[in-house]
């Protein structure tokens, strides 16, 4: 039976549709069926002091905590729920080196100036080898993949997007290539992609086995870690931070929040620049091993760049794992199943009709400009951000180079610059606008996929 969390507040829409409560799905994933216990970890009580405080831990709070205390810093890590209780723990589990589909390098060096957008480039590019090195260094049992990530295109019209695609990447030394129609659809088994950027970096994983084992691996470098441990309020006590959680108090010289989009608003203006987005999860039952000699063969993870993309998985026991947006919470968690899933064999013809086994969701947070952020709200207080939906890679790098930063270790610049937070102005009715445009985006994938079988 799972217990309800006290975190993930359900937004209004999900109130009114009487959605279920996004926190109970945690516990109805199918990475919390397969994933090692969590290691042992107490909650906050009485008053304790260290130099960083760092709250909240996913992938950006642990990664973060982990180097830190590889650099010898005092570190203590708090935690509202457990590890992987945020979109950590819910995810598809694919470790992408790139940040969303249209960020490409010369877009982030527009936007982020040359030096930042050649980082930030840099950080995400390697962001995949990291993840797949932390997890062999500290030995942490997560089905990890590294077998490379696809991005099919769906019409012939994305060839010279593609292109020009893979040579910004490797103009950056990157490993990635383009696929041809035919290796695009040999890889997928789907005969409706028309070439593929693939980076043989990527892959995929158990993304709550990573998370608990990313945590495992900071407290055994020396970070503490107190779970069941919510912030409730932070204030300035002399030239220290105050953290206020039920049981205790922790106070500072360096506070930074990885808290994500779950509502909380230790910070509101920081918190005001995430666009709240819930995703459904599906995964089937163990299918037919002889099935994955034609869909994804490789084992590789897959996700098309279509405006409503298509992305999907094999797990270790033979599911198939898929996922996305839907227009509207009512009905969500059925709806959401079935729909995923039609959408996966409108593709692959070859996948006969099954029922989700495992239906979750998980709440991502959005900037308007899919950019990650550091944002400093007083003497040295910082909230970190960086999900934006392809958030795997990036929060483990994102964390080593902050950890860096905070240790004042030479050569770990920063990939983004330290900004003052820019709300936007009601986010809670901006993550309506993604579900409102559903449709429309559901209308250019269409259009452009008619035009794609006329052409041939
Ligand atoms: C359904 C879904 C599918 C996705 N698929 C992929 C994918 O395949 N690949 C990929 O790279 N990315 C994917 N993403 C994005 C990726 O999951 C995120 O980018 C990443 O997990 C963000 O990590 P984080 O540490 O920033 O935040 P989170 O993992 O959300 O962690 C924030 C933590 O802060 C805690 N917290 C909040 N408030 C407090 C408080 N007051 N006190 C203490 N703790 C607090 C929360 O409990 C939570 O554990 C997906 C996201 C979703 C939702």
Same mark, same amino acid.
């Given at each position: ?74 570190? %203590?890590?708090?935690?509202?729920? *457990?590890?992987?209780? +945020? $979109?950590?723990?819910?995810? @598809? =589990?694919?470790?992408?080196?790139? !940040? ?84 695009? %659809?040999?890889?997928?088994?789907? *005969?409706?992609?028309? +070439? $593929?950027?693939?980076?043989? @970096? =990527?892959?995929?994983?158990?993304? !709550? ?248």
């Amino acid at each position: 039976m799972p217990i309800a969390h006290e975190g993930y507040r359900p937004n209004l829409w999900e109130r009114l549709a009487k959605a279920p409560h996004p926190s109970l799905s945690f516990q109805a994933s199918l990475w919390h069926a397969m994933a090692p216990a969590a290691p042992p970890m107490s909650s906050l009580s009485g008053d304790i002091e260290t130099d960083v405080a760092v709250v909240g831990g996913g992938y950006l709070g642990f990664s973060t905590a982990l180097h830190l205390a590889e650099a010898g810093v005092e570190t %203590v890590l708090l935690e509202a729920d *457990e590890p992987g209780f +945020g $979109a950590s723990g819910r995810n @598809t =589990g694919f470790v992408v080196p790139n !940040l969303i589909t249209g960020l490409d390098p010369a877009v982030m060096r527009q936007n982020l100036g040359a030096t930042h957008g050649q980082l930030i480039c840099e950080t995400v590019g390697s962001g995949a080898e990291l993840v797949f090195n932390i997890i062999r260094d500290h030995k942490i049992d997560c089905q990890a993949r590294q077998n490379g990530w696809i991005q099919p295109i769906h019409t012939p019209e994305k060839q010279p997007w593609l292109a020009d695609r893979v040579a910004q990447w490797q103009a950056l030394g990157r490993p990635v290539e383009a696929l041809s129609r035919d290796q695009a %659809v040999a890889e997928t088994g789907s *005969e409706v992609y028309h +070439g $593929a950027f693939f980076d043989p @970096t =990527g892959g995929h994983l158990n993304p !709550l086995a990573y998370c608990r084992g990313l945590a495992a691996a900071a407290i055994k470098t020396g970070a503490k870690v107190f779970c069941r441990s919510r912030a409730r309020t932070i204030s300035r006590r002399g030239d220290r931070w105050q953290i206020n959680c039920d049981g205790g108090t922790l106070i500072a010289k360096r506070l930074l929040l990885t808290t994500n989009t779950t509502g909380d608003k230790l910070e509101a203006k920081a918190e005001g620049t995430q666009i709240p987005i819930t995703l459904f999860q599906v995964a089937t039952p163990p299918l037919d091993p002889e099935l994955r000699k034609t869909i994804l063969p490789n084992d590789r993870a897959s996700a098309d760049i279509r405006k409503e993309l298509v992305a999907f998985r094999w797990t270790v026991d033979n599911r198939l794992v898929t996922g996305g947006l839907l227009a509207s919470p009512f009905g969500a968690t059925a709806r959401g199943a079935s729909y995923h899933l039609q959408r996966l064999q409108q593709m692959l013809p070859q996948l006969p009709a099954v029922t989700a086994e495992y239906i979750w969701q998980g709440r991502l947070g959005a900037a308007t400009d899919f950019m990650p952020r550091l944002m400093q709200f007083g003497d040295n207080g910082w909230s970190a951000i960086a999900c934006n939906g392809r958030g795997m890679a990036m929060t483990t790098a994102l964390g080593r180079r902050l950890a860096g930063w905070l240790a004042g270790t030479a050569n770990m610049p920063l990939p983004v610059p330290v900004t003052k937070a820019d709300p936007v102005a009601v986010p809670s009715l901006a993550s309506l606008a993604f579900s409102v445009w559903l449709p429309w985006n559901r209308r250019i994938d269409r259009a452009e996929l008619k035009r794609a079988k006329k052409s041939g």
